[in-house]
């Protein structure tokens, strides 16, 4: 019998000690970059206000992520609160009611500062479907002193006409130095979201308003043979395995003249920790051929709140915490302004502290002002995106067209057959898809 | 009449076992080394292989970052929980199978690898909408579940093959002694295919620890296992090469102690038969 009492004095002061709060627990994925570990780590800040919630990440690799995530969208599983997703997801997701609009978050969230360009892209109808947390355009990025000992300087806007120039005369194969380093590993994400913006800057479109695949036509075939002929005079041995990363490596490690790629590469570039030519990089904006459009291209990742989740209001205070202004102060009185999350708000681009440590800062902006997802090539197109077109099809197609443009810069295909086997590959996509009969 | 092998041909096949076996080990190997570098010398080219500037620092990131205890007992109990079932269901089926055999038996094996035959991928949403139907998604008994499934047609293969080395009359002998057919199991057949049910034990454990498909898809943060530590660190725009490495490192170092402690086993078992 004592036993028994004091059995259930005991489960009673546990019960007493239980806190007398709720507790909403939100899951967040996320994708591994250091802006998004750096949030991680001050999520404390976040907890120590809301006492009332607690946060789990899950962090994964992008492409895993993104299968993960729409596995998990799909088929309403409720195993997030708040996804990481890109510009491209947004539309298509908000389309398909996949995504809560938001439209709670808060007095102060002031939403007009937001970057116009990235509101755009995380909007639809009007309606914000997703809180940019980070976003990016891609730009020139080359050695100040290699130019110098070669006599020639990078303008501001830099024609493709100077770049290809520049880049032969800066190749030095036998020293290991290339002219320029291009991404050219297949993928929608790899090699397509650099040559779908280059050929941008040649006037060519993936479709034209009848959503008819246009690689038969002259704009892509001087897209890709200009870059099949440029890489093969002036760039790095293999490169149709490089991808971001490896490009990142090679230019670190001083074999890159010229790199055209992702702004947020310029605080990796720059930082002599990881860079042995951090304090001999200059940047320009992405090449142009003289008709209106630059090869760059724009992108964001974004916090969104799925469908399924119960806890919309937790997830939405957190979303607003992360994406606001008090963040990117947040950040800078830990880390310093060179680490605040870049290319989401105009603020940050007006301050003077922020504009004194990234000397990239300004051409980022003048990047991301330049691409426009609802315009981005010469001539008019049915869908939205810079570097893709955001339809749900456009994953497989876009990794099915970059594996043929990869094996004309492995020299395995030509650039004619590259082009042949990406128009019937991406008709008969579209002809199954219903786009066109 | 035995061929004679002279020195010199045993020098040269040591030596070509040995160079085979270091090209083999060398991405592990890589691996460890990077482990200890920095993110710059990890992608310096050439490559440095031991004179650069050892450091622990990655390892201690890593730590900070992610809970490894936590995922390293989750991969433990899944690929642990999912071997021993697979091993209650496949002693009894392998054996049926290998000792009363019937005019289906070989279909009824055929039918199982071709389960196998299928990508994974195919079969994504409709698994995920029954994981989420009966609330098993980021269990770990669901985990264990999927990789006991997963694993069985090759755990029963391989114990049919081994148990196949066995002779009837041994068996026969036991059950003229009157042993049922449990005892018969436990008694006469399991200590004499030790090494075999060692072997697919091993094997077994090995690829359950290491399945990564369903153990990425299936689970998020309560029952994610290293191969989720892992994916956390791999990112395609930044270089986390040296800390992907020590998290790999970590992710596959119980699993190559256990099997060095159990090599002997495993050898003899996969060599089960082979010389009678």
Not at chain 1, 172 to 180: E, L, W
Not at chain 1, 243 to 255: I, M, P, R, V, Y
Not at chain 2, 24 to 40: A, D, G, Q, Y
């Amino acid at each position: 019998m004592k036993h028994v009492l004091g059995v259930l004095l005991g489960a009673a002061t546990l019960l007493g000690t239980a806190p007398s709060i709720a507790q909403t627990t939100l899951t967040i994925a996320t994708v591994n970059n250091g802006d998004m570990i750096r949030m991680q780590a001050l999520t404390n800040e976040f907890t120590a206000k809301n006492p009332d919630i607690s946060v789990k990440w899950v962090t994964l690799e992008e492409n895993v992520l993104r299968q993960r995530v729409t596995t998990d969208i799909a088929t309403k599983g409720g195993q997030f609160d708040v996804l990481t997703i890109g510009t491209y997801e947004v539309p298509i997701w908000a389309k398909k009611n996949w995504l809560v609009p938001l439209d709670n978050l808060g007095a102060d969230y002031d939403t007009a500062d937001l970057l116009p360009k990235i509101r755009d892209a995380v909007s639809a109808s009007g309606k914000l479907y997703a809180a940019p947390f980070y976003g990016e355009s891609s730009m020139v990025m080359y050695r100040t002193d290699l130019f110098e000992k070669a006599g020639l300087t990078m303008p501001e806007k830099p024609t493709w006409d100077f770049v290809i120039d520049a880049a032969k005369k800066l190749t030095d194969k036998s020293a290991g130095v290339y002219g320029i380093c291009l991404r050219g590993k297949a993928g929608w994400g790899e090699n397509m979201a650099f040559l779908t913006a280059m050929s941008n800057s040649f006037g060519a479109r993936w479709f034209d308003e009848k959503w008819e695949p246009q690689f038969d036509k002259p704009e892509w075939k001087k897209t890709l043979s200009t870059y099949v002929d440029l890489m093969k005079a002036a760039g790095p041995p293999g490169a149709s395995s490089n991808g971001f990363n490896e490009n990142l490596a090679l230019f670190n490690s001083g074999k890159c003249a010229m790199w055209i790629d992702a702004t947020v590469a310029a605080s990796f570039v720059t930082n002599p920790k990881d860079s042995r030519v951090a304090d001999k990089v200059g940047f320009a904006l992405a090449p142009n051929a003289g008709l209106g459009k630059n090869a760059n291209w724009l992108w964001a990742w974004n916090l969104a709140i799925p469908a399924g989740s119960k806890k919309t209001v937790a997830a939405e205070k957190f979303i607003a915490w992360a994406t606001s202004k008090d963040y990117t102060k947040l950040v800078a009185s830990k880390e310093g302004w060179a680490n605040v999350p870049p290319g989401t708000r105009t603020s940050l681009y007006q301050n003077p502290e922020y504009l004194k440590v990234a000397p990239f800062a300004k051409l980022t902006l003048a990047s991301i002002d330049a691409a426009d997802p609802n315009k981005p090539t010469v001539q008019p197109v049915p869908y939205v995106g810079v570097q893709y077109a955001a339809i749900p099809e456009f994953q497989g197609i876009g990794t099915a067209v970059g594996q043929q443009f990869s094996a004309a810069l492995s020299g395995s295909s030509t650039v004619d057959a590259a082009l042949a086997a990406a128009q019937s590959a991406t008709e008969r996509e579209m002809k199954r898809a219903g786009y066109i009969k | 009449m035995a061929r004679r092998v002279t020195a010199r041909r045993i020098w040269v096949s040591t030596a070509a076992a040995w160079l085979f076996g270091f090209l083999i080990f060398l991405p592990i190997l890589w691996m460890v080394l990077t482990s200890f570098k920095t993110e710059l010398e990890a992608f310096s080219m050439p490559p440095k292989f031991l004179l650069f500037h050892w450091t622990t620092e990655n390892y201690v990131t890593v730590q900070e970052r992610s809970d490894y205890l936590h995922h390293a007992v989750n991969s433990l109990l899944i690929a642990g929980g999912s071997t021993l079932i697979a091993m209650i269901i496949a002693i009894p089926a392998a054996w049926s199978m290998a000792f009363a055999p019937t005019q289906r038996t070989k279909d009824i094996l055929l039918w199982m690898l071709s389960t196998k035959m299928m990508p994974s991928v195919g079969v994504l949403v409709p698994i995920y909408l029954i994981f989420r139907d009966f609330g098993l998604l980021d269990r770990r008994a669901g985990l264990v579940m999927i990789l006991c499934l997963g694993n069985l047609p090759i755990v029963i293969w391989m114990l049919f093959t081994y148990f196949k080395e066995i002779p009837k009359d041994i068996l026969e002998a036991a059950r003229m002694d009157g042993a049922t057919i449990g005892r018969e199991l436990v008694y006469v057949l399991t200590p004499m295919a030790v090494p075999g049910l060692a072997s697919t034990l091993l094997l077994n454990f090995i690829l359950a620890w290491n399945e990564a498909f369903w153990t990425l898809n299936l689970s998020t943060s309560d029952a994610a296992p290293l191969t989720v530590f892992i994916a956390s660190y791999s990112s395609p725009e930044g270089l986390f090469w040296a800390k992907l490495s020590a998290a790999s490192t970590l992710a596959i170092a119980p699993i190559i102690i256990l099997g060095w402690f159990t090599q002997r086993q495993l050898v003899r078992g996969l060599t089960f038969g082979a010389v009678k």
